[in-house]
């Protein structure tokens, strides 16, 4: 009795210190961030441009949006390498079909088959018992053949009747909105995909922390053999799983095609390593049972926020891959090393 | 008392025979795909089984393999490591720059020294500063592709009247030069993961690290050692690359890592840790060689040469998935017998 009283009655300096250390190691990412972008803010006219913050949103929500989906996955146990083959076609197929037909029947078309497609990896995974990452490396390549074989190997344009019909007079009623979703935003700031992107990562984030189904997700991932023996429907979860992600990246397409008004099948390539490296850089471990999607909504913007400041920095494009490196190995380091010491204290 | 004793050792030596078995036909599950596929290759695909094909195929396998080994030790150790396509880049630039100031073994030596000091870099990354393998080698992909781009100012280099091209297309005995490094290469890494400590250390901490650390194994040094490892196996593809194909530059080996970790995975190395397979590595790499070279002597756009490709690594894999089951059935059918 008298032992959680010592504790409690500890030296509350020494407790408060803690707590702050806490804090920063658990909402690291997100400190190093917001030090980052007042640093650089404080440092670079340009990067504190409206115009420059706007692209560095933009640029993070391609990715980003995968990742939402993508921390779902690792936390079931799983990873998918196939999204930039399901970026691909899922593009592909809203480019050729928003001409012909509507812009409403080309994103549903490519969001359906996205989830069409992630279904198949679950199916894959699960039913086959092939590891998801042998798996999903192999049905990269096959979605990488059918968007090739699909588009003949070229780049189909989104907005090509458009172009034809302005020279006529006549403005196409589909091809503006579909460009407002790539290139249009709310008080000229918040692009449509940042918007889009927050949606995203609400409605996981609800599905994650609200739902039994989110539960689930991070029992089949901490102990596969436990879930099943306490009647969770593994496969199900794992298969949904799957959908999900595939979903996140069909979104990502018809956002990405919207803004490049074009898409081809290798639009998307190492996509895959960016959407983890953002999920892992965000905090969730890739053993699985654990994610958090505020590190990978923060992730996105970290890898943003670096790739843009390289940019107005003016570092050479070979130099960018060297610093970036270095920022990611040192930034993680250092979060490593504190939480170390932390432990060990 | 005595009977126990006796029914314990009993169960024992029954379950150990199968359980040799199941071990034993994890490295010939993916042979059994090989056989097949050769055989349907050189069915339908005239001009497959010809000494001429067998050979570019082998030497297409064995600069994947070589570092596949390496990779499988990083997975057995429980990570993996992404560097090791611009480590393949950097090291074939080293030999391309060297060879025109210094003579064929220098070249070699650099090169494999820069493999060798980028994958101890990597390993102590992990193990100092406690980034994971993922972060680590992904990072240091990049350096290391930004370092290869600089160097050579994102041009190539040529390599021109160098007898290096031996390495690529001589012949010992009919067989080609690249597959002997391989079996070499193999040779020596089978006996260090499973006739050495070292090799059950690896293991050890790959299948459960906490007990790893209870028994005093330094995990540094462990993790610094086979990261190296893959370092230098990578450097030792790189400097193979750039003897087959005469030119080096910064955008050489894009993809590779996934390519050696698949063939490992592939092989029945689980992603999970605690076990390498070197054999099925080996195999694996046959595997995929002979797949894409049947599909070129078929004449398969190169479009529907991925769809293929895909395909019949999910198809090969779903056989492994039977051929475990079939497996597990028969062993667990004659314990319920016996």
Known sequence: ?345 | MKQMINNKSMSGSRTASPVRALQLSEGLGVSVLLILVVAAATVTARGFFTYTNITNTVIFASITAVTGFGMTFAIAVGGFDLSVGSVQSITAITVAALLSVTNIPFAIAGALLVGLCIGLANGLIISMLRVSPFVATFGMMSIVRGVALLATKGQSILITKSPIAALNVGKVLWIPVPFIIVLVVFAVLYVVLHHTPFGRHVCALGGNRKAAVASGLSISRITIAVFGMVGLTAGVSGVMLSAQILIANGTLGTGFELQTIAISVLGGTSLAGGSGNLIGTLIASLLIATISSALNILKVAAFYQYLYLGLLLVLALYLDTVRRDILLASILGKGGRA
């Open chain 1, 1 to 345: 009795m008298s032992r959680p009283e010592t504790t409690i009655g500890a030296p509350s300096r020494l407790e408060s210190r803690r707590k702050i250390g806490d804090f920063l190691l658990k909402y690291y990412i997100q400190s190093l961030l917001v030090v980052a972008l007042i640093v650089l803010a404080a440092l670079n006219t340009n990067f504190r441009q409206p115009n420059n913050l706007k692209n560095i949103l933009l640029q993070s929500s391609f990715a980003g949006i995968g990742a939402a989906g993508m921390t779902l996955l690792i936390t079931a146990g799983a990873f998918d390498l196939s999204v930039a083959g399901i970026l691909g076609v899922c593009g592909v197929i809203m480019a050729t079909l928003v001409a012909p037909t509507s812009t409403a029947l080309g994103i549903c078309a490519a969001l359906a088959v996205g989830v069409a497609l992630g279904i198949i990896n679950g199916l894959i995974v699960t039913k086959l018992r092939i590891p998801a990452f042998i798996a999903t490396l192999g049905m990269m390549n096959v979605y990488l053949g059918l968007g090739f074989i699909w588009t003949n190997g070229q780049v189909v344009s989104v907005a090509q009747p458009a172009q034809v019909s302005q020279t006529t007079g006549v403005v196409s009623a589909a091809t503006p909105f579909v460009l407002t979703l790539g290139t249009g935003s709310l008080f000229g700031i918040l692009p449509v995909p940042f918007l889009v992107m927050a949606i995203v990562y609400g409605l996981c984030y609800l599905l994650f922390r609200r739902t039994h189904y989110g539960r689930f997700l991070r029992a089949v991932g901490s102990s596969e053999p436990a879930a099943r023996t306490v009647g969770i429907p593994v496969t199900r979860i794992r298969i949904i799983a799957f959908a999900l992600v595939a979903a996140c990246t069909a979104i990502a397409a018809v956002l990405l095609t919207a803004e490049l008004s074009s898409a081809n099948a290798i639009m998307a390539t190492g996509y895959e390593l960016n959407v983890i490296a953002i999920v892992v850089v965000g905090g969730t471990s890739l053993q699985g049972g654990r994610g958090t999607l505020l590190g990978s909504f923060t992730g996105a913007l970290f890898f943003a926020v670096i790739n843009n400041a390289l940019n107005i920095f003016g570092v050479g494009a070979y130099w960018q891959y060297v610093v970036s490196g270095v920022l990611l190995i040192s930034a993680i380091a250092v979060q490593a090393v504190r939480s170390y010491v932390s432990a060990v204290e």
